[in-house]
C-alpha cells in the first residue's frame, strides 16, 4: 500500500512538473530560441547537418569547435518536426522531468524514499533549470546523461558486472559527447572502485567501463583526425575558455565583444585547430610568467563558481541586469547551497558510499576554476546539491515531528 501511494505521488508530483515546463516555455517564447549566444551556433550546425553541409558553422568549412552529440539531438528534432526551435524546447523539458525521475533513484540508491523525494521536487521545480529548457544550450541533454551516469555507475559499483559496467560506460561516453568536461569519468570511477574492491579486479572493471565509454567517441575523434590532421577526441573550444579565464587584465571574465576582439587578433587567419593551440599555449604562457596573481585569480574564480548568480535572462548581448531575476535566482539558490552544506555534513559517514559524487564535484569545480567560470557552468551541478540537500530537509523534518511528538 506504502509504495502505492509513493508511486501515485511521484507521478502527480512529476507530472504537475512536466506541465508547469511546458506552460513556461509557451510563456517565455521571447526569451532563449535560436538566437541566444552559444545556441545560434548549435542551431547554424543542426541546419547545415539536415540540409547536407555537413558538420559546420559557416555551411562550407567542418568544424570541431563545439561537442557533437547535441548539434546531432537539435538535427534530430529538425529532421522530423521541421525547424522548429520551439519543439526543441518542449522536448527539452520532457528531458528535464526525467531527469528529476533519474535523480530520485540516484538519491533512493544512496538513502530512504525522504531525500529522494525532496531531491526530486528540487529538480522539477528550481528556478535555473525550468528557465534552462527554453534555451539552446547543452545544459539539459548534458545533465539528463550525466544524471543517468552517475546512476548507472552507482549501480556498477554496488553490484559491478559486465552489462552494468557496458551500459554506464556507453551513456558516459555519450555525455562526454555533449561536453567534453567529462573526459575523465573513468579515472573517477577507478578510484572509487579502489576503495572497495581488490586492485586486480578494479583494473578489470575500469578496463570493460573505459572500453564502453570510448565507443561513441572513437569515430568522432577518426572523423576530426582525418579533416583536421590532429588528435580532436571532443572539440577544441578548450583553448578559448582557458585563454579567457586566465587572462588577467580582465579578471579571468568573459568580457563579450571585447574578449572575442582580442582572441580573434591573436589568432587571425588560423583554422580551429591552429587557434586552440595558440589560445592554449598564450593561456600557459600567462600562468607561467605571473603565478601568483594567477593563483589570486583562481581563488576568486572559486568563489564566483558556487556564489555567482546570473544578472538576467540571456539574450545573446551584453547583461545589463534585472532585480527581478537575480532576486528570484538568489532565493532559490543559496538556501539550497547552505542546506547542501548541511546535508554533506550529515552524510559524512557514508562518505565511502559517496566518494564518486564527492569526486565529481571536485573536479567540476577544479576544471572550472583552472578554465572560465560563469554561473551556467555550475548548472549541471545542482542535481548533486539537490541530493545534499534533500538530506538535511528531512532530517530537519524529521527533527521537527520528533519535538511535536514529545
Keep these: 500500500m506504502q509504495q502505492r501511494h509513493t508511486r501515485r505521488a511521484l507521478w502527480g508530483i512529476g507530472l504537475a512538473g512536466l506541465v508547469a515546463r511546458v506552460l513556461f516555455v509557451l510563456a517565455t517564447q521571447h526569451i532563449g530560441g535560436a538566437a541566444a549566444l552559444d545556441a545560434a551556433t548549435y542551431h547554424g550546425i543542426a541546419v547545415n547537418l539536415i540540409e547536407g553541409r555537413g558538420f559546420s558553422q559557416d555551411g562550407i568549412n567542418p568544424s570541431c569547435f563545439v561537442a557533437p552529440l547535441y548539434p546531432f539531438f537539435l538535427a534530430a528534432v529538425y529532421f522530423l518536426a521541421g525547424v522548429q526551435p520551439l519543439l526543441v524546447e518542449l522536448v527539452q523539458a520532457v528531458l528535464g522531468s526525467v531527469t528529476a525521475w533519474l535523480l530520485y533513484l540516484l538519491v533512493r540508491s544512496y538513502f530512504d524514499h525522504g531525500p529522494a523525494l525532496i531531491a526530486f521536487v528540487l529538480a522539477l521545480f528550481m528556478p535555473e533549470l525550468v528557465v534552462l529548457n527554453t534555451f539552446l544550450y547543452t545544459e539539459t541533454v548534458f545533465i539528463f546523461l550525466f ?37 575523465f569519468l573513468p579515472v573517477l570511477l577507478g578510484i572509487a572502485l ?18 564502453f565509454f570510448v565507443m561513441p567517441i572513437i569515430p568522432w575523434a577518426i ?7 590532429a588528435f580532436v577526441p571532443i572539440a577544441v573550444g578548450t583553448g578559448d575558455v582557458m585563454w579567457t579565464g586566465n587572462y588577467l587584465p580582465l579578471d579571468g571574465k568573459y568580457s563579450y565583444g571585447e574578449t572575442m576582439a582580442l582572441m ?41 563558481f558556487w556564489f ?36 554533506l555534513w550529515l552524510s559524512r559517514r557514508k562518505w565511502r558510499e559517496l566518494l564518486l559524487i564527492y569526486l565529481m564535484i571536485g573536479y567540476y569545480t577544479a576544471l ?32 521537527w515531528q520528533s519535538r511535536l511528538a514529545a
Excluded: C
Design 264 to 304: 580573434d587578433s591573436m589568432t587571425a587567419g588560423m583554422n580551429q585547430v591552429q587557434r586552440e593551440r595558440r589560445l592554449r599555449q598564450e593561456a600557459i604562457d600567462n600562468i607561467v610568467e605571473q603565478p601568483w596573481a594567477t593563483l589570486g585569480l583562481m581563488g576568486r574564480k572559486m568563489i564566483r
Design 194 to 211: 579502489l576503495l572497495r574492491y581488490r586492485p586486480r579486479a578494479v583494473l578489470r572493471q575500469v578496463t570493460l567501463y573505459g572500453l
Design 368 to 399: 572550472h576554476v583552472l578554465m572560465l567560470v560563469v554561473p551556467r557552468y555550475r548548472i549541471p551541478m545542482l542535481p548533486l546539491l539537490f541530493l545534499f540537500a534533500g538530506v538535511a530537509l528531512w532530517e530537519l523534518w524529521r527533527r
Design 147 to 183: 544524471v543517468a551516469t552517475l546512476w548507472l555507475a552507482v549501480r556498477a559499483l554496488a553490484a559491478p558486472s559486465w552489462k552494468r559496467l557496458a551500459i554506464a560506460g556507453l551513456v558516459a561516453g555519450l555525455v562526454t559527447m555533449t561536453r567534453g568536461v567529462t573526459l
Design 223 to 229: 572523423r576530426n583526425y582525418v579533416v583536421f590532421e
Design 308 to 343: 555567482w548568480i546570473y544578472e538576467s535572462a540571456p539574450t545573446g548581448g551584453k547583461r545589463q541586469g534585472g532585480t527581478a531575476v537575480q532576486l528570484v535566482l538568489a532565493l532559490s539558490y543559496y538556501p539550497l547551497l547552505l542546506l547542501s552544506v548541511f546535508g
